[in-house]
Every structure is written in C-alpha cells, then in structure tokens.
C-alpha cells in the first residue's frame, strides 16, 4: 500500500509541476484536481515513450524521464511567472460552517468509495479480460508487449484500445515491485478526488456561493465515483468532465479578458490547456476520442469560430501517437469491422428496443435524469445560449453512442445491456454540473455571463 | 422562501437522491475480510476452483512457455471462452493457446506447439509426448517431455 501512495505522490508532484507550467492562476483546489489528472497521465507517457523507445522499463528510468520532463514544466512555469503580471484569484476566502460540513460530507463519500475500490482484487471482468491484463502483460514485458496485442488467440482484449490506463497500473506497479491487482483500486478514488476539486472550484468562482458550490459537490460525488473499479470509465469520467468544463471556463475567460482589453492576462485559461485533459480522455478509450470529436463539433457550434477549433491540438497531439502505432500494427475496432453502416442501417429497424433499453438503463438514478432535465426545462434560454458547448458536447456523443451501438455485430440489446449504463455515466458529471448552473440562474436571477455565442471569439 | 430556491432545492435535491450510491457509505461498517474473500473468486465464480489452479500452474511454469488450456466445456461461448480468458489473466506472462476457437472446431495445431497442458475439471488420458509436471485436486499440468 505505501509504494502505491508513493507512486500517487509522485505523480502529483509532476503534475503539480504541469500546472505550474501552465502559467494560469487558479484556487488551490482546481489546481490540485489539474495536477493530479496530468501527473498521472505524464507517468504513463513517461513509460509510453520508454516503451516506443525500445528501452525497457524500470522504476529508476521511468524517474529519470518524470523528473526530467517535471523539471522543464518547473522552468517554463517561473519564467512565465517572473516575466507576467499575476492576476491572483480570491476564490477560496469565503469559507462557511455549512459549506465546510458539505465539503466533509464530499470527503466521506469519497473514502468510503477508496475502501470500497481497495477492499480486494478488482473483480471487474473488463479488468481481468482487458485492461488489467494488458497492463500484467506489459508489466512483465517491461514495455509493450506488442506480440500480445497481435496475437490472434486474445482478441477480446481490444488491442486498438489506447493505453493510457494500463500504462497507469503499470506506473504504480513499478513502484510495487511485483503485479498487486488489490492496491491498483487506489487509484480510482484520486481521479474522483480530482474532478470532484475542478467541479467544486469551478462552480465556486462561477456562482459565488461556496454553500451552493459545496452542496452540488455532495449531490454530484457519487457520480464522479465510477462504480467499475479497474476499468476505464473511472479515468475517461474525470478526464472527459475536467476537459470539457475546463473548456467551458476557458471560452468565459476569453470572452471576459476581450471585453475588459487584457487579453493574455495570467487569470485566464486558455483552451490549450482544457484540451490537455480532453487529449487525455482520448488516450483512455475509444469513446474519449468521440468525445474529443463532440466537443470540437460543439465548439464550432457554440462559436462558430473555426481558428477556436484549431487551438485543441494539444488533445490531438496527446492522442495522435496511439493512433499512428494503431495504424502501423492494424489494430482495428470491432465496431468498424466488415460493414458498419450496413449494420447500422439493418440494426436501425430495433431503434426502438435500443431506446427502451437506454431508458432502462437510467433506472438506478431516474431522478437523477429527471433533475437534468427539470433544469434544462425551466432554464431553457439560459441553456440555449449558455450552456451551449456542453449540451451539444452531451448531445453530440450520446448521437456517436447510439450509432456505435447500432453498427454491432453482437446484437443491439445485448450491446445495450452491457454498455449503455457506463455510457450514460459518462455524461451524468457534465450534465449535472449544467442542470446545477442553470438551476443556481433560477434561484438567485443572477444577471446573465457572457454569452459564449455571442461572438466574443468570431474573427475580428 | 420563493418559489424559485424551492424549485432549485427540488432539483438539486433530485440530483443528489438520483446519484446517491449506498455502497460508499455502507463500506464503512462492512465485513471487510468477507468482502475481500468474494472479490477474489468473484471473476472465477462460475469455476470454482479454477483460479487456485492456475495460480498453481504459474508456479510451475515461467514467461514464455506456451500452455494450452484444457477445460470441460466444449463450445467457445459454451464456457470455454469464460475459463480461457480468465485463465490467461492469471497465466500472463506466459502464452495460453486455446484448443477450441471461436466457432468450437478444435484446434489441434496448438496442441503440437504448446510446451505445458493445463488441464482443468477434465479426467485427462495419457498424451503422448507430454508427463506431469504438476497435480492439484482440480486438474494436472502436463509438460512437453525432453
């Protein structure tokens, strides 16, 4: 257990440095949440690139290229720093009794869901069929273990998946010295941890009430704790909520500095550096890629600026590597296999046994759904033209979701099933933040923010 | 109060009781041995057994070697595929080769190429060319003879 924290700690020390890099003021616990879904994600790049290098992987190595890498992020961050004109935040100063028992209320909810992700072996089939027996493989290997991923016998591990969550078991397993699929489930509860700290500060310094901000918090954590412990929704939950509200603050934040003449200023987030979370989401799984296409779409939408698009290559980047080993090995998805929009549209005609098992599926937390939609429906307007970029986000990647469901092979109600509850899960963070928004806009009639259709990022 | 902070209270209140997971608060006054001990034969639930067995077969076997698993059930999606995914989980390192593919024609090739038999829940004939390497209550480990 101790080499498992040591290796989160590690990771949040580079990512703390990532965050520093980025020259950005924020509170304190944005940054923490920031820190450790990048910290993490540069260790398992880390090893990626040992990985690709040819050089096989040890503990000492995989230091020496976070170390390295942490220790440029630290350069750029106090060269930004000495060289610009800070613009500290005052979030975080109005602290209330009542928000500090929400908070701690959050805090419980959350190490109950650490001891219930570390109370044994992660039993999840997808865990032991694939992403943790991807990551055994390459732990053994010392790399990735590209006879494995070819081998025609194991074709049920999804050799086209990217990486990005096996190489993080694998950081934490060199710490361990020896493959320990118990302590890997500590990991879930810091990515619920960290975009739990973004949501809770984002709605903070949006809506001014950390009583309000604490108590969404609370409502949403369960959500923010994926119950499939070993597996990649967990990871693709923080990284695609983070990516996408990152995203959203940071289209406010330049509508806000063009009106106020201060362009560049240090307190704004720029959309490259949202973009690295949602690079990130695609290096977790296919459906982090779809999202990254979704909110790239729902960014032109929202500001129908297509130069803004072009400012999310870093997600590109981030996911580009993978794709291009994809291509060179062949590893194609089983969704694309043969004749897709033929099964689309021969599957189209069970639309409705698709719809009905969709609803089903929302059975669990119908009320959930049934407050999304009671906000958007009494905040309508306000949703249209506000929230724009996250609705078409949600709408555009359930669209992706429903025809990747509709191109199986396996059949549309088993696909349904076994697929559609995580993928709604995948979207309930995004979209509970939202209805919190927008609600929040009905009970405090606070004026309106910047319209992000408004033209404030159109061509000049 | 307005109608309006009873309305958000409404829905944030929809919100929290839609989300709210039990498991994360009952954790805290669960058997945590008890729920340690399912975990682990939870994945291998439908072939008890199954995992003490392979886990015996790491130990007598190292990376590289080619094991060819030998079960009861005879379709893939009959329980082989359940046994064989399972299995290579716990053999990694090592290469499983299965004996059945997917459309349940037998793959004798792998059999000439494996290097051990993991036999399990299965009353194995003598094969030639192989000898035991390992026993357990539950299956045999057979090894290529040199």
Not at chain 1, 272 to 300: H, I, P, R, V, W
Request: positive net charge.
């Amino acid at each position: 257990m101790i080499e498992t924290l040591l290796s989160i700690a590690v990771a949040f020390v580079a990512g703390c440095a990532a965050v520093f890099g980025s020259g950005v003021r924020r509170p304190l616990l944005r940054a923490m949440g920031e820190a450790w879904l990048l910290g993490i994600a540069l260790c398992a790049g880390s090893l990626f690139a040992l990985a690709l290098a040819g050089i096989a992987w040890s503990l000492a190595r995989a230091l020496i290229v976070v170390a390295v890498v942490t220790a440029v992020l630290m350069i750029v961050g106090l060269r930004r720093r000495a060289t610009e004109e800070n613009a500290a935040s005052d979030a975080g100063d109005r602290r209330s009794w009542v928000s500090a028992i929400f908070d701690l209320l959050t805090a419980a909810t959350i190490a109950g869901y650490a001891l219930l992700a570390t109370a044994g072996p992660l039993a999840e089939i997808d865990f032991v069929a694939m992403w943790g027996l991807k990551a055994r493989a390459f732990w053994i290997a010392r790399g990735l273990d590209w006879s494995f991923l070819e081998s025609p016998w194991y074709n049920w591990i999804h050799a086209d998946y990217p990486p990005l969550l096996p190489l993080t078991f694998d950081w934490t397993t060199l710490f361990q010295g020896q493959w320990d699929d118990r302590w890997l489930g500590a990991l879930y509860p810091c990515f619920a941890l960290a975009v739990l700290l973004i949501i809770r500060s984002l709605l903070e310094e949006e809506l001014g009430s950390p009583v309000y901000a604490a108590a969404v918090t609370l409502a949403l954590a369960p959500a923010a704790a994926s119950p499939w412990i070993g597996i990649a929704e967990g990871p693709l939950l923080a990284y695609g909520t983070a990516g996408v509200l990152l995203l959203r603050r940071a289209l406010r934040d330049q509508i806000a500095d063009r009106r106020s003449q201060i362009a560049g200023s240090t307190g704004a987030l720029s959309i490259e550096y949202a973009s690295l979370f949602l690079g990130c989401a695609a290096a977790t799984k296919n459906e982090g890629m779809a999202l990254l296409l979704a909110a790239a779409l729902a960014m032109l939408v929202s500001t129908r600026n297509r130069a803004a698009v072009w400012r999310l290559w870093p997600a590109v980047a981030i996911a580009a590597p993978w794709l291009l080993v994809r291509a060179v090995f062949s590893f194609s998805t089983d969704l694309a296999r043969g004749q897709p929009w033929l099964r689309v549209i021969e599957n189209a005609r069970h639309l409705s046994v698709l719809m009905h098992g969709i609803a089903a599926q929302t059975s669990g937390h119908y009320l959930f759904w049934i407050g999304v939609i009671a906000a958007l429906v009494l905040s309508f307007r306000r949703a249209v033209h506000e929230e724009r970029l996250v609705l078409v986000t949600v709408g555009l990647l359930l669209l992706f979701d429903v025809i990747a469901s509709l191109s199986t092979a396996q059949g549309v109600a088993w696909l349904v099933r076994w697929s559609w509850e995580r993928l709604l899960a995948q979207v309930a963070l995004m979209a509970g933040f939202t209805a919190a928004v927008l609600i929040d806009g009905v009970r405090a009639s606070r004026p309106q923010p910047p319209d992000v259709s408004s033209g404030g990022l159109a061509p000049r | 109060m307005t109608w309006r902070t009873a309305v958000a209270a409404l829905v944030l209140l929809c919100l929290f009781a839609g989300a709210f997971q039990r498991a994360y608060w009952t954790i805290f006054g669960a058997d945590r041995a008890a729920l340690q001990a399912w975990l682990t034969e939870r994945p291998y639930s439908k072939m008890p057994g199954l995992r003490q067995f392979m886990t015996g077969v790491r130990d007598h076997t190292r990376d590289g070697d080619r094991i060819a698993i030998i079960l009861p059930a005879r379709r893939w999606e009959g329980g082989y595929a359940y046994g064989f995914i399972r299995s290579t989980y716990l053999l990694a390192g090592r290469r499983t080769v299965p004996l059945l593919n997917q459309g349940d024609q037998p793959l004798p090739a792998n059999l000439e190429r494996a290097t051990h038999l993991a036999a399990w829940g299965v009353a194995l004939p003598p094969i030639r060319g192989f000898e035991p390497a390992w026993r357990s209550p539950d299956g045999v480990l057979l090894q290529r003879r040199r």
